[in-house]
């Protein structure tokens, strides 16, 4: 008899990777849209479980509204004589690769960001309630991870108590992140990779050291030791650093290595502490990203739960984008809000005396981490709105960035020339420029009502030209 006969939808890995759009969903448990939402793995003694339990704490599947979300709240209680309080954290992660085998069933990201959907599809075929769920969590959990004896699960609804249950679960999860802070790379001989999330980018794989968490927060140096010990042939492994080629961009040899293996050749180099030459790719679950603001020629640092605008203009989901599905693009970095906490936080960039802006939310968890004479000096959402008042707040606070700008060399104005065409050999364009703005006067846009304008302006912009060519006319 299959595992999953009873299950009335498929369960397998053929379904990892599976998107579900929004007029697809039954059903969204947690998301962007709400501010309480978290997954939780405990160990207990095994006398302390009730093997098999299941519970659900507020309205079951068919007494939530379709097509909406909820807040959403997930505990699971694990317990085994070799099972150690180091696999938590590597369990819980478990949850984004078995969720996601389950036909219909979408699970992204991870601890207090997570956002699951189900299809309507699977939930007219019969999966609609959770105890569906728990039933096939446990069963993928004690067959592929056999160290679990013992398990039950809660689920929460109710908006209440996941709002009360909110703040436990977060402090369970700075004490995990706690565990590993004030040691150093150069303390071990090896490092651990995670391939979790390659059903989502195929040549991503995150590299965990002691000082750079994987990027989306849930497992440590520590959690992938606990890991690679007891499921040597799982998706954590161990990676044996090799010879060191660059202490200040963290890069090494058995590390590019697997890199190589990991993404088929794809990704051949990657260096730890940069955002450009070679950075450490990323999937999609990270918990925040780094962008580059030319502008000022500094980084800036935005989080999944910002709701708002950064400081040029773009949203967390248009700069994840940039950097998801395993692809490495200079300036752009995907990371966890732990490495933020970090020595080697983008050591060969400038560290903290490169970061210009970011949110308050940010910037309040982990300013006591951050060198104290910067925290006044890096900007938040409260502080600016546009580059242009950037730029004025690094002037005025004394940012260092502000002594690596250069001016502008004063231009004079070119002599009349005749009307005539000048042409120049095809040659690079500068990778970062302003776009000037347009404007366009009522008319010339077929349906702009009459007597306004319009702006169109270009954001970055790349423009390939064979050649160019220069009209000067005279009136």
Not at 36 to 41: I, P, S
Not at 371 to 400: C, N, Y
Not at 404 to 428: C, I, L
Request: a negative charge; glycine letters at 8%.
């Amino acid at each position: 008899m299959s595992l999953f006969e009873d299950i009335p939808v498929d369960v397998g890995i053929i379904y990892e990777g599976e998107r579900i759009r929004g007029r697809d969903m039954q059903i969204e448990l947690g998301g962007p849209r709400e501010d309480y939402k978290f997954e939780l793995v405990q160990s207990k003694p095994m006398d302390e479980i009730e093997d098999g339990k299941m519970t659900v704490v507020g309205p079951d599947l068919p007494e939530l509204p379709e097509g909406t979300n909820t807040p959403f709240g997930m505990v699971i209680v694990v317990g085994g004589a070799e099972l150690e309080k180091d696999l938590e954290g590597v369990i819980e992660r478990r949850l984004h690769e078995y969720v996601n085998f389950i036909e219909g069933f979408m699970h992204l990201n991870q601890r207090y960001d997570i956002q699951m959907r189900l299809s309507k599809k699977s939930y007219q075929k019969g999966f609609n309630s959770f105890k569906v769920f728990g039933e096939v969590l446990m069963r993928l959990y004690k067959s592929e991870l056999p160290f679990i004896e013992k398990m039950q699960v809660t689920f929460y609804t109710d908006p209440e108590k996941v709002e009360e249950l909110y703040p436990g679960a977060m402090e369970i999860y700075e004490a995990r992140d706690a565990r590993a802070r004030g040691m150093s790379d150069d303390e071990v001989d090896v490092f651990y990779g995670c391939s979790l999330c390659q059903s989502f980018a195929p040549t991503h794989l995150c590299v965990i050291t002691p000082q750079r968490y994987a990027n989306c927060g849930a497992i440590s140096w520590f959690d992938g030791r606990a890991t690679d010990k007891v499921d040597p042939k799982g998706p954590v492994f161990k990676i044996p650093k090799g010879a060191l080629i660059d202490d200040v961009t963290g890069e090494y040899e058995g590390v590019n290595q697997v890199i190589r293996e990991k993404s088929l050749g794809e990704i051949e180099r990657v260096q730890l502490y940069t955002a450009f030459g070679y950075p450490h790719t990323s999937c999609g679950c990270f918990e925040g990203c780094l962008f580059y603001i030319p502008e000022v020629d500094g980084y800036g640092v935005v989080h999944r739960n910002y709701k708002g605008e950064t400081v040029n203009g773009l949203n967390f989901v248009t700069i994840s984008d940039l950097t998801a599905g395993g692809k490495q693009i200079d300036g752009f970095h995907g990371l966890s809000i732990e490495y933020m906490r970090s020595p080697k936080f983008m050591q060969a960039d400038g560290g903290w005396n490169r970061v210009v802006w970011i949110p308050e939310e940010i910037r309040d968890r982990i300013k006591e981490y951050m060198p104290e004479d910067m925290i006044s000096k890096i900007a938040t959402e409260k502080d600016v709105e546009t580059l242009d008042q950037l730029k004025e707040w690094l002037k005025d606070r004394g940012h260092p960035i502000v002594d690596t700008w250069k001016e502008e060399p004063a231009v004079e104005a070119a002599p009349a020339m005749p009307q005539q065409q000048m042409m120049y050999p095809q040659q690079a364009m500068p990778t970062t420029f302003t776009m000037p703005t347009m404007e366009l006067p009522a008319g010339a846009v077929p349906g702009l009502p009459s007597g306004m304008n319009i702006r169109i302006i270009l954001k970055n912009a790349k423009i390939k030209a064979e050649r160019l060519i220069i009209k000067v006319d005279k009136e």
